[in-house]
């Protein structure tokens, strides 16, 4: 599958933060792997008055750390050109086309484009017009624009951003992006569930009892206080990662391994979420901020954000997908900033077993966890004899060995900038995904600025207020990671 790809990038905010901290290293490892070799070049293009020459060795320090750099790195860096360009500015348009199709000649790229949106969403819309009207869209290869995440702050500003790249591009050649979806353990939902007949046996309401999903972070606002203050945990996490990774373990199993299979039962799954009621919503969510704690500033004492500020640094929530094989089944999330460590795992509680065979009282559930972040690890808990006399039990791991072939794992940007190469928008967010995602996280919002629920505190380095414990306990459930 990975043969040489003939391609043109051109990256708009080419000196951002995302550009030199995952796009240049990313497509390094192609250029490593030999998927981008003779045929390709890449236009940065932002405000700033840099050369190629400043681009390429940015682009050498980008990818500084990789031992390969050492012989590669001047001849990858070598198919950089800069681009000093104005978004709003018609004229940059036209030098961005001559540029283009100059690199197009001299790297006979055929005519292969991507549109890398690596900039403020704002811009979206006018970049999308100008490719089109300045003919930087080609008609001899393809054109497909990759777009960065927020996607909108809401449903109807979703759908303007959206309208107005898709009148320029069709939905085949958009590719949204969602980090979670290029991450190896996360595409490994898809494969434990629907190629093992132990777990696809036990995937639904009959046996799971419920569902965890935690996404912890250990920083706080940092740089990006002035976009957080406008988001928030619930728009910034929820509507685009956690609702993907429910669409990924509830949806129903896709009559094939095709993009448009997946993504129809994917779609079923979001728009299949149960919708709450305000005063549920206030049941059923907790939101909060973090307060001084662990020697770190409170949230409201950071840079750039209002004494006042209300914007929640912590969601956690009960939600259901209301399918043939989910519905009953609570599915308990929670995201947050200055939480006690960065991870990202899943844990699926299976229900307790009745047997008059054992004392059902010391039987342990069975839980599958997966381990998207720190480590890509899944474990099984189960229940074992205890060595020696007698019948005790006790809880043991078992842990599924998933780098068999001691691969190194590919970075998530590095499997989503060749899936767009190959045109496969499997792994990205499909419009009808995101309109489901923010219909539900608005009736949330909606719900929280009329004044339903709370506003919690928790001190830095906790895992979230106590009232996020109390919405299992109610339940008489408990998270099962403690945060250690
Ligand atoms: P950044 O502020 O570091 O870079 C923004 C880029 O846009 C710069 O190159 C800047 O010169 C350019 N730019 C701004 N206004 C311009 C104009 N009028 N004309 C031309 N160029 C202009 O931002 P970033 O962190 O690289 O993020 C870029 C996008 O990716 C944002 O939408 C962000 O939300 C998203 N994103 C970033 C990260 C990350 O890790 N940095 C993660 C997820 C999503």
Redesign the pocket.
């Known amino acids: 599958m990975e043969i040489e790809q003939k391609a043109l990038f051109i990256i708009?905010?080419?000196?951002?933060?995302?550009?030199?901290?995952?796009l240049y290293p990313s497509l390094f490892q192609l250029y490593k792997k030999g998927i981008l070799k003779d045929n390709f070049a890449i236009i940065g293009?932002?405000?700033?008055p840099w050369s190629d020459e400043h681009l390429q060795e940015v682009v050498k320090e980008a990818i500084e750390g990789d031992e390969a750099a050492v012989s590669l790195g001047a001849e990858f860096a070598s198919h950089f050109y800069y681009q000093s360009?104005?978004?709003?500015d018609t004229e940059h348009y036209v030098t961005l086309r001559k540029l283009a199709e100059k690199l197009d000649e001299k790297y006979q790229i055929e005519g292969n484009r991507l549109f890398y949106?690596?900039?403020?969403?704002r811009?979206f819309g006018t970049i999308a017009q100008h490719l089109k009207s300045q003919k930087i869209v080609t008609t001899k290869g393809y054109n497909r624009v990759i777009v960065?995440?927020?996607f909108g702050r809401d449903f109807e500003s979703a759908k303007d951003l959206n309208d107005s790249i898709s009148k320029y591009f069709p939905e085949e050649d958009f590719f949204r992006?969602d980090?979670y979806l290029g991450k190896e353990m996360i595409q490994n939902i898809m494969a434990l569930r629907f190629s093992n007949n132990l777990f696809r046996a036990v995937w639904n309401n009959r046996y799971i009892d419920n569902i965890q999903i935690t996404l912890s972070e250990a920083l706080g606002v940092e740089e990006r206080a002035g976009?957080y203050e406008t988001a928030g945990a619930l728009r910034d996490m929820v509507q685009n990662h956690i609702l993907q990774i429910i669409s990924l373990l509830t949806m129903n199993m896709p009559a094939s391994y095709s993009e448009s299979d997946i993504r129809r039962e994917k779609i079923y799954a979001l728009k299949s979420l149960k919708k709450y009621s305000a005063v549920k919503v206030a049941e059923n969510f907790v939101r909060a901020q973090y307060s001084a704690g662990d020697g770190q500033i409170g949230y409201l004492q950071e840079n750039e954000i209002a004494n006042d500020s209300t914007t929640e640094t912590f969601v956690a929530g009960k939600l259901f997908v209301n399918n043939e094989n989910f519905s009953g089944v609570p599915i308990y999330i929670r995201t947050g900033k200055r939480l006690t460590k960065k991870t990202t795992r899943i844990d699926i509680s299976f229900k307790e077993m009745e047997t008059s065979f054992f004392d059902s009282k010391k039987l342990g559930r069975n839980i599958l966890t997966i381990n998207v972040e720190p480590e890509g690890k899944v474990f099984l808990q189960t229940n074992i004899k205890k060595i020696g006399q007698g019948f005790d039990l006790v809880p043991s791991l078992m842990e599924l060995q998933l780098n068999n072939e001691n691969v190194v794992v590919p970075e998530a940007y590095e499997k989503l900038l060749l899936d767009a190469l190959l045109g496969d928008a499997t792994n990205f967010a499909h419009w009808e995904e995101v309109a489901y995602a923010w219909k539900f996280v608005d009736s949330i919002r909606k719900a929280w600025d009329d004044g339903n629920g709370n506003l919690a505190e928790y001190p830095c380095g906790s895992m979230g207020p106590r009232e996020s414990e109390e919405l299992l306990e109610r339940d008489g459930h408990q998270w099962v990671f403690d945060g250690e």
């Open positions: 708009f905010g080419g000196t951002g933060d995302l550009a030199k901290r995952k293009t932002a405000r700033r360009h104005n978004v709003n949106l690596a900039m403020s969403p811009f960065e995440k927020p992006i980090h976009y």
